[in-house]
């Protein structure tokens, strides 16, 4: 019988995974448990060191994703794969205290509690060695995610916490799985809010390996927000996709400028160019964002990538340069407005052809 499962979402983190489980050990005492490794098929070959410590240790589970991506979603996977009642969520840097762990479990004896969550913020936590900048970079992204959040939570940013796994598993149908704050989706996820409780703690410095925060995570949490508040109404996929469109129909622009008025090139070869240029911008920043949880990596498949999104494409780009063409004939002079509606036309199908094509393979 299982008391509680640990999911541990990990990438790159082969160094921490026998430290991990030691600690656990040390942790748990003679409760019953097991630990859950969700590997987004490191390149370090994390998951076959947790494979070889599964050997000795039957505690230790591994989940090894191929081509799927994404903190949120190795965490759904990993709360799902459990018949334990109870599930927690820890980082596999080591920066969680899993010494909170038994606390956790306590109040969760609770029936009227759903969640107990580790808390930087509440009374008797901290954030550890933080410099001044990730300081107020955490306070900002929390004071968004307090709008989402339960009143009254002070760590909404959370990602360690333990939640019943029943009550996990009822939501998994509401969940985004974007971003990396998977508290939050499941926080904000509900037809009711999660009667939480929140345990301090002191956020640890890391040790080995390197962080995985960076400017496209910040981005992907600001994405996730979004998702929460307007997701229903028009998909953030979508969203994603037609707002990187807008920033290449300026790089189009651009370049139909350069082109077209600086240089004097004939219409039809200044859009051609513009067409590929937007293209290739366009590619390369889905691929980053739009399409994170399945992007392309290394330079055969980002070469690959690319190939193919301009093949799925073509239908678009011909609808594009052929109607920007005819209407410039047809009014003579206005080259911005042809160029415009021409682009207009081909970004329908560049959505539909490239979800499919280019990075459909991923789902």
Same mark, same amino acid.
């Given at each position: 019988?299982?008391d509680?499962?640990?999911?541990?979402?990990?990438?790159?983190?082969?160094a921490?995974?026998?430290?991990?489980?030691?600690?656990l050990?040390?942790?748990?005492?003679?409760r019953?448990?097991?630990?859950?490794?969700?590997?987004?098929?490191?390149?370090?070959?994390?998951?076959?060191?947790?494979?070889?410590?599964?050997?000795?240790?039957?505690?230790?589970?591994?989940?090894q994703?191929?081509?799927?991506?994404?903190?949120s979603?190795?965490?759904?996977?990993?709360?799902?794969?459990?018949?334990?009642?109870?599930?927690?969520?820890?980082? %596999?840097?080591?920066?969680?205290?899993e010494a909170?762990?038994?606390?956790?479990?306590?109040?969760?004896?609770?029936?009227?509690?759903?969640?107990?969550?580790?808390?930087?913020?509440?009374?008797?936590g901290?954030?550890?060695?933080?410099?001044?900048?990730?300081?107020?970079?955490?306070a900002?992204?929390?004071?968004?995610?307090?709008?989402?959040a339960?009143?009254?939570?002070?760590?909404?940013?959370?990602?360690?916490?333990?939640?019943?796994?029943?009550?996990?598993?009822?939501?998994?149908?509401?969940?985004?799985?974007?971003?990396?704050?998977?508290?939050?989706?499941?926080?904000?996820?509900?037809?009711?809010?999660?009667?939480?409780?929140?345990?301090?703690?002191?956020?640890?410095?890391?040790?080995?390996?390197?962080?995985?925060?960076?400017h496209?995570?910040?981005?992907?949490?600001?994405?996730?927000?979004?998702?929460?508040?307007?997701?229903?109404?028009?998909?953030?996929?979508?969203?994603?996709?037609?707002?990187?469109?807008?920033?290449?129909t %300026?790089?189009?622009?651009?370049v139909?400028?350069l082109a077209?008025?600086?240089?004097g090139?004939?219409?039809?070869?200044?859009?051609?160019?513009?067409t590929?240029?937007?293209?290739?911008?366009?590619?390369?920043?889905?691929?980053?964002?739009?399409?994170?949880?399945?992007?392309?990596?290394?330079g055969?498949?980002?070469?690959?990538?690319?190939?193919s999104?301009?093949?799925?494409?073509?239908?678009?780009?011909?609808?594009?340069?052929?109607?920007a063409?005819?209407?410039?004939?047809?009014?003579?002079?206005?080259?911005?407005?042809?160029?415009?509606?021409?682009?207009?036309?081909?970004?329908?199908?560049?959505?539909?052809?490239?979800?499919?094509?280019?990075?459909?393979?991923?789902?």
């Open positions: 019988m299982l509680l499962a640990v999911v541990v979402p990990v990438f790159n983190e082969r921490n995974v026998a430290l991990l489980v030691a600690a050990d040390a942790a748990l005492g003679d019953r448990w097991e630990a859950i490794f969700v590997d987004d098929d490191s390149p370090d070959g994390t998951a076959d060191a947790a494979r070889d410590l599964a050997r000795r240790d039957p505690r230790v589970r591994v989940i994703r191929i081509g799927r991506r994404g903190l979603t190795a965490c759904i996977e990993g709360m799902c794969a459990t018949a334990a009642p109870l599930v927690a969520v820890i980082d %596999g840097d080591l920066q969680h205290d909170l762990l038994p606390a956790m479990m306590a109040a969760l004896d609770d029936p009227a509690v759903d969640v107990a969550v580790g808390s930087r913020f509440v009374a008797g901290s954030t550890g060695a933080w410099d001044r900048d990730r300081v107020a970079k955490s900002l992204a929390t004071r968004l995610a307090r709008h989402a339960p009143k009254g939570m002070t760590d909404p940013m959370s990602g360690f916490f333990m939640i019943r796994t029943a009550v996990v598993r009822a939501l998994v149908p509401r969940l985004g799985g974007i971003g990396f704050k998977i508290l939050l989706d499941i926080l904000s996820a509900g037809p009711r809010p999660l009667r939480f409780v929140e345990l301090p703690y002191t956020f640890r410095t890391r040790t080995a390996g390197e962080s995985k925060l960076d496209v995570v910040a981005m992907e949490y600001l994405i996730a927000l979004y998702d929460r508040r307007f997701g229903r109404i028009v998909p953030v996929r979508f969203a994603m996709f037609s707002a990187i469109g807008a920033l290449g %300026g790089v189009h622009m651009a139909l400028s077209f008025v600086l240089l090139w004939p219409f039809v070869a200044a859009q051609v160019l513009a590929v240029a937007a293209m290739t911008f366009n590619f390369f920043l889905n691929n980053t964002l739009t399409y994170r949880d399945r992007r392309l990596r290394g055969r498949a980002l070469l690959d990538g690319w190939v999104f301009a093949l799925v494409c073509s239908v678009g780009a011909v609808a594009n340069v052929g109607v063409a005819f209407l410039h004939d047809v009014r003579q002079g206005a080259w911005a407005a042809s160029a415009l509606l021409g682009v207009l036309v081909g970004a329908v199908w560049n959505y539909a052809l490239s979800s499919r094509f280019t990075w459909g393979r991923y789902r």
